[in-house]
């Protein structure tokens, strides 16, 4: 992980072959994986074991080289919290190193899963607005939304399982929420809800409902008014 530190701005380097070149502004952090070669000419850099960050690899390993920013939510607590670090290391002892550490990989794991739309793949991104658009058409299937991405429908769900999901989960979850929140919200009958947001069937709506939220959409409607 390379934290670029504040007032130290990158120049311009060639590397060679299998290296490439990243720009950071300063406060900004990058994930990437060691094993391949990144010039950084000025930052500080931290190296780790993969085992110690508390993620899957599946989730990980198709969005490095990650870029964080540093000025923001969990990524500025981050990016303090490094510096930090460096600037009193000396202070600190071997017994603080187990507690730190592990401070510092639940941080960057939080980082990574606040990690803003662009570190997804563009068609992951594109499956998922026209997911967000047809929620309502109970004909919605992963192999329309790879029709509507110009993919093939295996290539559609090899992309979603990098992302650690799957296109039919991703629309059932999305359907769910959406009836969840207008179960709180709204005076539609639970059938009306569930046709709404493309369930064909209210008995399949409910068992759906259930699985995921522990309770029946009746009760939970009576708990949340």
């Known amino acids: 992980m390379l934290v670029h530190r504040t007032g130290c701005a990158p120049r311009p380097r060639t590397g060679g072959p299998g290296h490439y070149q990243l720009w950071l502004g300063p406060g900004e952090l990058v994930l990437d994986d060691a094993s391949r070669p990144l010039l950084a ?35 500025a607590l981050l990016t303090q919290f490094v510096l930090t670090l460096a600037a009193h290391g000396r202070e600190l002892t071997e017994t ?8 510092l990989m639940d941080l960057l794991a939080a980082a990574i899963e606040h990690a803003p739309d662009d570190a997804t793949h563009p068609l ?5 607005a026209y997911i967000e658009a047809h929620l309502h058409d109970p004909a919605l299937t992963p192999g329309r939304v790879a029709s509507a991405c110009s993919i093939s429908t295996r290539y559609l769900h090899r992309l ?29 009958s639970i059938a009306a809800v569930a046709s709404r947001w493309g369930f064909r069937d209210a008995a399949q709506f409910s068992r759906a409902f259930r699985s995921a939220y522990g309770m029946p959409p009746s009760l939970y409607r009576q708990s949340v008014r």
């Open 41 to 75: 000419p000025c930052g500080l850099l931290l190296a780790f074991p993969r085992a110690l960050l508390p993620l899957p690899e599946r989730r990980v390993r198709p969005l490095v080289p990650l870029r964080l920013a540093g000025d923001r939510g969990v990524g």
């Open 96 to 103: 603080d190193a187990p507690r730190l550490t592990a401070v």
């Open 160 to 188: 979603f399982q990098r992302e650690g999901g799957t296109v039919s989960g991703v629309i059932r979850r999305r359907r769910l929420e959406r009836c969840r929140r207008d179960l709180a919200d709204g005076d539609r």
């Open 124 to 128: 992951v991104r594109q499956a998922y």
